[in-house]
């Protein structure tokens, strides 16, 4: 498997390369400001890290299938689909993810390319893992009632969002920014195996609050969190048939964590989505290499700001129950054996208005 081999040495050079590499030329492209902010002080911090290694250490594999997945597109456009539905889709399922990383890595060092071109935008996507992350430890912390719970939310939720400049909108975005642009749609459908894979990202993403609110014991808990991981790998089989067909939402896959806490579900629905404008932007031939960047700063803004294509919290769940949640990959807690079978084809564009109404007579059913 020289090809594999290859990809394994990568993750470990990359972070020198990184520094000579193309540095000169995307230099050219941006004058960026941000800067990175790390975890809101607190005991909680880790928790999750501590209990549930295995389900931690699948956040770091996943970062880096985002990371390779824009650099690739950023890098080798003219053969990125062979690529990434090829070799790097065998090494990240059959690989990567049966032997996560212990630790996080650090992104610069697999997508050196792509950080120069987009910094703002990964900065914004890593600063909403910061929030994953800390919402995931302050639920798995067995010292925290649930109202200190919800106090702790509250505060990661307030130091979130101190940085505007990073923090997407905790206003419900529509669906229209993400799949109705002259750019939509181009990765998934030059993509197929690796967008389910994304989508199968974020299922389990989201899916891993649901038994961790719902555990009545911390064995319930930990019990429900190995299902839910099990359920995840029940994906990776056949690919693409297994993955969602439509992009998971926050308040489908994990509806309890959704009802307490709807503005942190809300954030994380808009950072998904604005994962699949950027790869649409890098992946779409027709946008001018030239024009990615500013396309991509465009949908940023739009994501952060809490004006443009903005929908009601109550259309919202409405739009994430009319898209049915056995297309989003199924419940993560309570399933069936089987893996949900879907009532829309692969991709399907469901349109809604701002009250979460549909658009063209479509229906899941």
Known sequence: MPRLNTQRRLIAAVAFAAAFTGAARDARAQWSTVYEQFYLPADHNFAFRRYYPGADRLFNAFDYGHAILYEKLWTRPADAARILEGETYTFLTTELLNRPPRLPLVEDAIEPRYARLAPEAKAM????????????????????????????????????????????????????????????????????????????????????????????TVEERQAGVAATVARFRQMLPGAPEGYPVLMPMTG???????????????????????????????????????????????????YRDDTTDVMTVAGWKRMTELMGVENQGGPSVGFLPALPKPTMPRGAVMRHDKDGNPIGGHDHH
């Open 252 to 302: 489908a896959i994990a509806p309890t964590f959704a009802a307490r806490y709807p503005e942190i579900a809300i954030i994380f629905d808009n950072l998904h989505s604005m994962h699949d404008v950027i790869s649409d932007i890098l992946a779409n031939a027709s946008v001018p290499r030239g024009k990615k960047r500013e396309l991509i700063l465009v949908a940023a803004r739009a």
């Open 125 to 216: 996507f890593e600063w909403a893992h910061v929030l994953h992350r800390q919402a995931y430890d302050i639920l798995a912390d067995e010292r925290l009632d649930a109202a200190a719970k919800d106090r702790a939310m509250a505060r990661v939720l307030a130091y979130y969002r101190s940085r505007p400049d990073l923090a997407f909108s905790v206003r419900p975005k529509n669906m229209s920014l993400m799949q109705e642009q002259p750019y939509s749609l181009a990765f998934r459908q030059g993509f197929p195996k690796f967008n389910g894979l994304i989508w199968a990202y974020h299922w389990l993403q989201v899916g891993l609050y649901e038994p961790l609110m719902v555990g009545r």
